[in-house]
């Protein structure tokens, strides 16, 4: 474990000011930063901790969390890499911060590393809600997923992710024993007013 991990990502902390919540890790798209997603963790779980960190890869001018061969077509062994050097900076941060295990809230490639965290470090998280994620591989690992609770909010009209990759993504997790909740909204890749009522309602049972 590196003792200055909480260095090793830029990053966003907002300290909670309701202790009943669960602390919320934020994790921004391709092009995003680590301020993006603080105005929807503030929405959806209002007096959460929130910790959002900057993907540490450039695809030109864009952060993201991993690199990809071409649009949905992802580094596998570098994923694997970025999600355990993720992993060891929220362990690190929730040292630092003295946070309980967060439920990450993830947006179309922060879902995807969310979905990969799920996998190969399932117990970082406490749950995790997927905006807009698909299998992160290609044969998936095993994981220990019992009672972890996962919301898989997919896009009807989503030109990036396909809809049977996103069910394939929720067989896979329930399949590990997670409690999935999938439900596609009426939309594109982009966030609505719908994902946002429905990932709030889902964190209030948290
Ligand atoms: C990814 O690369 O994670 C997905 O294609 C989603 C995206 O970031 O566009």
Redesign the pocket.
Known sequence: MDADATTSFIHAFEPGSDPTRTPLLLLH??GGDERDLLPLGRTVAPGAALLSPRGQVLEGPMP?FFR?LS??VFDEDDLRRRTHELADFIEAARRDYDLAAPVAVGF??GA?IAASMLLLRPQVLAGAALLRA?SPFATPPKADLAGRRVQLLSGAFDP?VPAQDAARLAATLAGNGALVDHRTVPTGHGLSQADIGLLKTWLDKA
Do not use: A, K, L, P
């Open positions: 798209g391709t993201r990809r649009e949905g179309s490639n995807n698909m990036i």
